[in-house]
């Protein structure tokens, strides 16, 4: 495993001079990566500034918003409240990871048709929730999709289209099969 | 905010883990699904120099029936309980509980080990493993040992584990029939922490008396409360309103509130036994048959 994974090198910021790191080689995005981090080194900060992937936000910080939502090995979590060590050996899947060969997934087709976000911030979280969901539930009420998103907040208050969004993602997917996506 | 510097393991085994927390006596916190812990450290409350990650440890997660007990293992994730039909069948206040944990995100991390032994009195499984009679099972450099959740949690953070010891599995004794059971609680916002809840187990005879109950309250004192006088009052009664608001209004008395953000002690106290009469009522018709 060790001898395929590309190398990545965490940026100065991220690194106390003389601090012991760790060793981990982590499936980012269907990519395996390799990398030294420092135990404290939380996953979402290894995502935006070691690997650039900045598309995953930091909200709140205080596991709240769910604005860094991520999937890890297929569930969402809040990845400001996971350590990079605790991702070693797992799958993790952004933001960035959901679009297929340069093409949207279902679930951001139907957030940019049904205008599911108005300042964005929450949006990624929120996509990566809904792709999670849609792939336990093809076919959520309201109120299922409602229960989903709780850990995601939208400060723009634009749960109605979010909603509308992400049925319509749904009932896109049963009509069409699925061309991957994350899940 | 990142959290203070730590050294990290990451042992595959209950016995690696256990002599890594002894080699670090008292300095050493277990990870386990983190949504605690890395908070209070990342917010400096909390600045352990070693934490033992348990989540590598293979079959530590798990929720079986086995010898007379429901077995939970520690690392079992909170929506684990909610994919499980056993425990909807047979154990819904478990279910109850874990649908009313934080969100869905949260809950795909946070584990019932975790829970039950963070010893936050808004925790809110340690008052159902009170009302359902659980034992919690560890392992410690001088062996196994059970401690039952009623008299594992002395003050605020403060349990029967020793700095030494691992929480491995919660057990439950396993569900009779005509047994019914259930938890609630009231929150300031959607998946906040109780201003207060409770948890009731009962189990009736075939005329509708109450042959066992079990009443454990979540965030009304410096630990979640086991109320046992008030089951004791129910049991070999009939199970009509009557009893059950009389033992409702002794859960209240057994409630220690404190005034807090969450809301005064005079409203936690009141809440605590419309609560306690709520879930009874859930359980007595649930050992009915009903939902």
Redesign the interface.
């Known amino acids: 495993m060790a001898a395929t994974a590309r190398p990545v090198t965490p940026a100065a910021a991220l690194t ?1 001079s003389g ?2 790191t ?1 060793k981990i080689h982590i499936t980012v995005n269907g990519q395996l990566l390799s990398a030294d981090v ?5 996953l979402v ?1 290894f995502l935006r500034e070691v690997l650039g992937l900045t598309g995953t936000h930091v909200g709140c ?3 709240n918003c ?1 604005a860094c ?1 991520v999937h ?1 090995d297929g ?4 990845s400001c ?3 990079a ?2 991702a ?1 050996g797992r799958k993790v899947t952004t933001v960035e990871g959901l679009e297929v060969g340069g093409k949207l997934s279902p679930v951001q087709q139907a957030f940019y048709e049904e205008h599911g976000l108005q300042c964005g911030f929450c949006t990624p979280g929120m996509m990566m ?1 809904a792709t999670a969901l849609l792939a336990r539930n093809p076919n959520p009420s309201d109120a299922e999709v409602r ?2 998103i ?3 907040l939208c400060r723009c208050t634009g749960y109605v289209n979010i909603v509308k969004a992400i049925k319509a993602a749904g009932k896109k997917m049963q009509e069409t099969p699925p061309a991957g996506g994350g899940a | ?8 393991y ?1 042992p595959t085994s209950v016995d690696d883990a256990v002599a890594l927390l002894s080699r670090f006596n008292g300095e050493a916190k277990v ?1 386990a699904g ?2 605690s812990l ?2 209070l450290m ?2 400096r409350l909390a600045a352990p120099s070693v ?1 033992v ?1 348990i ?1 590598r440890i293979d079959g530590l997660s798990y929720i079986r029936e086995e010898g007379g007990h429901l077995k939970i293992g520690a690392t079992t994730r909170t ?1 684990d309980l909610l994919d499980s039909a056993l425990l909807h069948r047979s154990y819904p206040i478990l279910t109850d509980a874990a649908q009313e944990i ?5 809950r ?2 946070g584990t019932v080990g975790g829970n039950v032994c963070h010893g936050d009195p808004g925790n809110d499984l340690p008052a159902c493993m009170m009302a359902l009679g659980a034992v919690y099972a560890l392992a410690g450099p001088e062996g196994p040992r059970t401690v039952p959740a009623s008299q594992f949690y002395k003050d605020t953070f403060v349990t029967a584990v020793e700095p030494t010891e691992l929480l491995v599995e919660v057990r439950i004794p396993q569900a009779v029939t005509r047994q019914g059971s259930a938890y609630h609680k009231i929150e300031k916002r ?2 906040d922490f109780a201003m207060a809840g409770a948890a009731a187990r009962v189990v009736l005879d075939d005329s509708g008396n109450v042959t066992a109950a079990g009443i454990g309250l979540t965030g009304v004192g410096a630990t979640a409360i086991h109320a046992a006088k008030a089951a004791a009052a129910l049991v070999g009664q009939p199970a009509d309103d009557a009893h059950l608001l009389q033992a409702a209004k002794i859960a209240q008395e057994e409630s220690e509130p404190m005034s807090d953000l969450r809301g005064p002690a005079e409203y936690k106290r009141a809440m605590a036994g419309v609560l306690t009469h709520r879930v009874l009522s859930r359980a007595v018709a649930r050992a009915k048959g009903g939902a």
């Not at chain 1, 420092?38 to 939380?42: A, C, F, G, Q, Y």
């Not at chain 1, 569930?75 to 809040?78: D, G, L, N, T």
């Not at chain 2, 934080?102 to 949260?106: E, T």
């Open positions: 106390t601090a012991p760790t420092e135990p404290r080194t939380l900060y910080d205080t596991t769910g939502t890890l569930r969402p979590v809040k409240t996971v350590l060590v605790q070693n929730t229960d989903a709780r850990g995601n | 905010m990142i959290p203070p510097q730590f050294e990290y990451a990870l983190g949504h890395l908070p990342k917010l934490l990650d989540n929506n934080a969100d869905p995100l949260v795909n991390l959607v998946g």
